[in-house]
């Protein structure tokens, strides 16, 4: 009840923010369009949009976890409802994003013009960035809150997951990578965790790099018509800010190829339902089945001596 009670109050505080901002917009006190008027509105929300995001995390840390099967089937768990919907949330506003963002470059680089008002065009690209912020804030503070790493490489982890990674990589990129680390690949490749070596060591990084770029240039280059600043600062941001979004298109469709693969539709099927084959696991991740399986294990009898328990498993999709 606490958990509702909360994210209703960041919910309200959202809409009083907007509200008041639309106001002062609205008022006639300063003679802005809206272009101008649409960016006044999203640099002075971002902190109410921020909090809201920082409340979904703190809601979905403070949820149930554990392992979960379907009965019907068998299938484990591999994305809570809400981590998969605020998946599709961050995954429709990155699409919306490169698209306006790339319409905007394109504009100017081409100096041409275009059929839909370039207003529309920067107010849905402010909406998308709002999206994001709030999906990143809200995972962001879900993952910090219950300390999830299954989408990093562990503490003394690294050669084990460099090892893995030349393990799934195509044998002349995998060959290549062990010769220059120096790794044995005649050695059996490590159990596969939750996450591929491949999504753990290049996959989610690009994506944390890419993203975290994209905000934080995003957010200051909103800010230069409230707080002043240097024109050479804001043109070296404004061109880390368009290299970000290539970056970003590319990786989009690095994830498509990898996700879309035959061999892994399961994991597609995942994204949206948050549930994977039981038989898909035991193949493909074995390392996460067995610690499923050891999480699910009977408790030792009361004459054994008392074991410290499991640590929950990690789940990027843990929560509610």
Request: charged residues 15%; positive net charge; without cysteine.
């Amino acid at each position: 009840m606490n958990r509702t009670i909360l994210v209703a109050l960041g919910v309200i505080l959202l809409a009083v923010g907007l509200g008041i901002s639309y106001a002062q917009w609205a008022s006639g006190a300063q003679p802005w369009g809206q272009l101008l008027g649409d960016n006044f509105l999203f640099a002075r929300t971002l902190p109410f949009t921020i909090g809201l995001g920082i409340v979904v995390g703190y809601w979905k840390a403070s949820g149930q976890h554990g392992v979960e099967r379907r009965t019907t089937d068998r299938a484990i768990r591999r994305f809570a409802p809400s981590t998969v919907w605020l998946h599709w949330l961050a995954g429709v506003a990155l699409i919306a994003l490169i698209a306006t963002g790339g319409w905007q470059y394109l504009k100017g680089l081409l100096d041409a013009e275009t059929p839909v008002y370039m207003g529309t065009v920067y107010r849905i690209h402010y909406i998308a960035a709002s999206f994001l912020i709030f999906a990143t804030a809200a995972f962001v503070t879900d993952w910090w809150l219950r300390g999830e790493r299954s989408l990093t490489i562990g503490k003394g982890q690294t050669i084990r997951a460099l090892r893995g990674l030349s393990h799934e990589l195509p044998k002349p990129l995998g060959t290549t990578l062990a010769y220059m680390l120096g790794l044995d690949l005649r050695r059996a490749a490590p159990p596969t965790e939750q996450f591929t070596y491949y999504e753990r060591t290049i996959s989610f990084p690009t994506w944390e790099l890419a993203i975290g770029l994209i905000i934080l240039t995003g957010v200051i280059k909103a800010m230069r018509y409230i707080y002043p600043i240097p024109g050479d600062l804001l043109y070296w941001v404004s061109a880390v800010h368009v290299g970000s979004g290539v970056l970003l298109g590319l990786k989009l469709l690095d994830h498509l190829r990898y996700a879309l693969a035959p061999s892994r539709w399961p994991l597609m099927i995942s994204m949206a339902s948050g549930w994977i084959p039981e038989a898909y696991v035991q193949r493909f991740h074995p390392g996460w089945y067995a610690r499923l399986n050891e999480s699910a294990a009977p408790a030792a009898s009361p004459a054994s001596k008392p074991a410290n328990p499991s640590p929950a498993v990690g789940s990027a999709g843990g929560g509610s």
